[in-house]
Each structure stands twice: as structure tokens, then as C-alpha cells.
């Protein structure tokens, strides 16, 4: 059982990337699953939700700015960031839950630079 993220890396502020999650070991169609972020000094925090019947919920900082989606046959999210600022800057963790079970995956870096 896990959760693989890719896709991190730096770019500069008004960039974009694409960060990938793909789980194994789960029934991921009926998994909500989501990503988290932890910027430097500071705790974890929601940045976007994709339920099993594909509802989703944003943070208010990245409404607009990001589109998370998923594809249950590749057992997959990916989070599409665009306009991205420097405060977006953290570890990016993909988040499963269905339950009491909740999966994190291992983080992958993003840095905005100004």
C-alpha cells in the first residue's frame, strides 16, 4: 500500500507545475484523496480534496490557481498549478482516506522563486 507523488521541483514565480500521486495497493475509486502541503515553519494544510464522487474543495489560496483531478483506471491524481507565487513554496504531500484508513505519500519538493 502507497501513495508515489512526482512532479515537484523549482520555478520562478507565475509558473506552473504538474504534481502527480499514483497509489497501489488500494481500491482507489472509492478512496477521496487529496493534497496537502507543509511550507517551511509552518504546520500541514489542505490544498485541494477530490472526493470519491469526484466533488472537489479548494483552499481559498489556491482557488482559481489550481485544478486537482483524478483517474481512477491509472489509479491517479495529479494537481495542475498555475500562477504560482512564492508563498506556494512547501512539501506537497498526496493524501488518501477512506475511513479510518488514511494513506500519506512521502512529499515532493515545490519552490517558487520571486
Known amino acids: 500500500v502507497q501513495l508515489v507523488e512526482s512532479g515537484g521541483g523549482l520555478v520562478q514565480s507565475g509558473g506552473s507545475l504538474r504534481l502527480s500521486c499514483e497509489a497501489a495497493?488500494?481500491?482507489?475509486?472509492?478512496?477521496?484523496m487529496g493534497w496537502y502541503r507543509r511550507a517551511p515553519g509552518k504546520q500541514r494544510e489542505l490544498v485541494a480534496l477530490?472526493?470519491?464522487?469526484?466533488?472537489?474543495k479548494y483552499a481559498d489560496s489556491v482557488k482559481g490557481r489550481f485544478t486537482i483531478s483524478r483517474d481512477n483506471a491509472k489509479k491517479a491524481i495529479d494537481l495542475q498549478m498555475n500562477s504560482l507565487k512564492p508563498e506556494d513554496t512547501a512539501d506537497y504531500f498526496c493524501y488518501g482516506n477512506l475511513g479510518s484508513s488514511t494513506l500519506w505519500g512521502q512529499g515532493t519538493q515545490v519552490t517558487v522563486s520571486s
Open positions: 477530490i472526493y470519491r464522487f469526484n466533488e472537489i
Open positions: 495497493g488500494i481500491p482507489f475509486e472509492i478512496y477521496h
